[in-house]
């Protein structure tokens, strides 16, 4: 190979002996013709006692003289104790590891999301992450590879709305930190994570509960439910019957808004909340008092859609069309009426009401109130959900709201 006459460019066009056709100039340097008659370049050299054949692109988009240069690198390779064909492989999955890392924290964020929404509780806990996201990290750190987001970026989102905005910034922090944690399990980051509270941003930053108190919901005091509830009772509305229906049940107004005829059992008294419109994910019995009752089937009598308690547009086309209330609706109730409390208030009037005035165990309330047990141990034996025991209490709870005042 290394005595072989260097051939010009005129007689590498002329080559169309099929198999391996060194041209000199380089040592190992050939065209080789496969049996269709289509030609390439090849560099034959050998490592290690074994013959290797390295391609260097198809003749003639590779020029002669591209060919020789490119046989020149590798022979300088070899040189070096380095085998080329090793050495290409090598530079290309870097390239191609350079390129998959190269991902924007923007990019991460959205990855992140997509993959786990499946799994929250519903569509508006996935917008509040895009919106917090998109609002405060974003502008700052968005564009910006995720491998390289360090401890100064992410202060930088944090900081300026730590004091002001207390809660969003700390449950924006656990965003940062997960979507982190993600991108370091997927290979596109090595660094520790930036954004973890204990340890690191716990010695930056004053902890959340010390410079904001948790606004809690605005709560009617129980003593005063019976008299509220007989001027709820004279207003007009849907809005307010489903107060009535949601301060009864306890249940949250969310629950509420969305119930839907197929979910009752008239018979048995018993409204199931499926599992998918649950906080806690977990299918909820509710047992219907008398008053519960009266309030569904005068619902029934004018019902138009699926839900039982529909926005004010009546379905055109088809009974199954509607739409549930607006979250605001049962809040312009309480607003109208000039009381100092919010829906979700109610449950703490009524949890107050259980603890101070009945003698029903703690057990029977929370799960009233559909919380879940939280000592692990004993959610993992227990397997009812103590109906029967619930069923008096929220006739018991009806009888007080709708006592004389």
Not at 73 to 93: K, T, W
Not at 242 to 259: D, M, N, Q, Y
Not at 331 to 339: E, G, I, T, Y
Request: aromatic letters at 8%.
């Amino acid at each position: 190979m290394s005595n072989r006459k260097e051939l010009g460019a005129l007689a590498v066009g002329n080559i169309h002996r099929r198999g391996i056709n060194f041209v000199g100039g380089v040592t190992g340097l050939a065209v080789n013709v496969i049996k269709s008659g289509s030609r390439s370049w090849v560099l034959r050299y050998q490592v290690g006692g074994k013959r290797r054949d390295m391609g260097l692109g198809g003749y003639p988009d590779v020029t002669l003289a591209q060919a020789k240069e490119r046989a020149r690198v590798a022979r300088s390779l070899l040189a070096q104790g380095l085998d080329p064909i090793e050495h290409s492989r090598a530079a290309r999955s870097k390239m191609i590891s350079d390129r998959a890392a190269a991902l924007t924290f923007g990019q991460a964020a959205d990855q992140y999301i997509e993959t786990h929404e499946s799994t929250w509780r519903n569509a508006k806990h996935a917008q509040q992450w895009r919106n917090t996201i998109a609002a405060y990290a974003t502008p700052a750190i968005g564009k910006v590879l995720v491998r390289d987001v360090d401890l100064p970026q992410v202060l930088s989102v944090l900081e300026p709305i730590w004091k002001t905005k207390t809660e969003t910034a700390s449950r924006l922090r656990g965003r940062l930190e997960s979507v982190l944690d993600w991108a370091t399990a997927r290979g596109y980051r090595s660094d520790p994570n930036p954004a973890r509270w204990k340890g690191l941003l716990d010695k930056l930053l004053p902890a959340p509960g010390k410079i904001a108190k948790t606004d809690h919901h605005r709560a009617l005091p129980f003593a005063e439910l019976p008299a509220f509830m007989k001027l709820l009772a004279a207003q007009d509305g849907l809005g307010a019957r489903a107060l009535e229906f949601t301060i009864l049940t306890a249940c949250r107004s969310g629950e509420v808004r969305g119930a839907k005829w197929d979910e009752f059992d008239l018979d048995a008294g018993v409204w199931t909340v499926p599992e998918s419109r649950m906080k806690a994910g977990k299918e909820h019995r509710v047992p219907l008092s008398d008053a519960v009752m009266t309030i569904v089937k005068t619902q029934k009598e004018y019902a138009f859609c699926e839900y039982v308690f529909p926005s004010s547009h009546r379905a055109r086309n088809s009974e199954s069309e509607g739409a549930p209330l607006s979250d605001m609706t049962l809040s312009a109730v309480l607003r109208r009426m000039k009381v100092a409390a919010v829906p979700h208030g109610f449950r703490s009037t009524f949890r107050d009401w259980c603890a101070e005035v009945t003698d029903y165990p703690r057990d029977v309330a929370e799960m009233a109130l559909a919380h879940a047990i939280g000592n692990k141990v004993e959610a993992a034996y227990r397997r009812g959900d103590l109906f029967e025991k619930r069923k008096q209490l929220m006739q018991d709870w009806a009888n007080f709201a709708n006592s004389p005042a």
